[in-house]
């Protein structure tokens, strides 16, 4: 089994900033594309940022210039540098890992989630 936790989270002024961290642990060949998503109060989840294996990342708008994933192979870890954080950033934050396995009839891909982590940026 494969298992995603992050850690992070909290309640910040706006301005301020956060780092959040998804570790990846459990039965895992190679992780590929890793991302963060947040569901605000009342709203959809929406997908943040993303990084692939080979280290290319994409971000939506709202968050260009002021976030920024990477990761850490080694760590099977992922983070996003959160800066000049603004309200409309409240949400939960999730990480999601597509990661091959290996299984009984094979090698799979899977995609995981993480439990999410609150993030609360005050005015």
């Known amino acids: 089994q494969v298992q995603l936790v992050e850690s992070g989270g909290g309640l910040v002024q706006a301005g301020g900033s956060l780092k959040l961290s998804c570790a990846a642990s459990?039965?895992?060949?190679?992780?590929?594309?890793m991302g963060w998503y947040r569901q605000p109060p009342g709203k959809v989840r929406e997908l943040v940022a993303y990084?692939?294996?080979?280290?290319?990342?994409n971000y939506i708008d709202s968050v260009k210039v002021r976030f920024t994933i990477s990761r850490d192979n080694a760590k099977n870890t992922v983070y996003l540098q959160m800066n000049s954080l603004k309200p409309e950033d409240t949400a939960v934050y999730y990480c999601?890992?597509?990661?091959?396995?290996?299984?009984?009839?094979?090698?799979?891909?899977?995609?995981?989630w993480g439990q999410g982590t609150q993030v609360t940026v005050s005015s």
């Open positions: 999601n890992a597509d990661i091959t396995q290996d299984g009984s009839m094979g090698y799979f891909s899977q995609r995981y």
């Open positions: 990084i692939t294996s080979g280290g290319a990342t």
């Open positions: 459990g039965s895992i060949l190679s992780i590929n594309r």
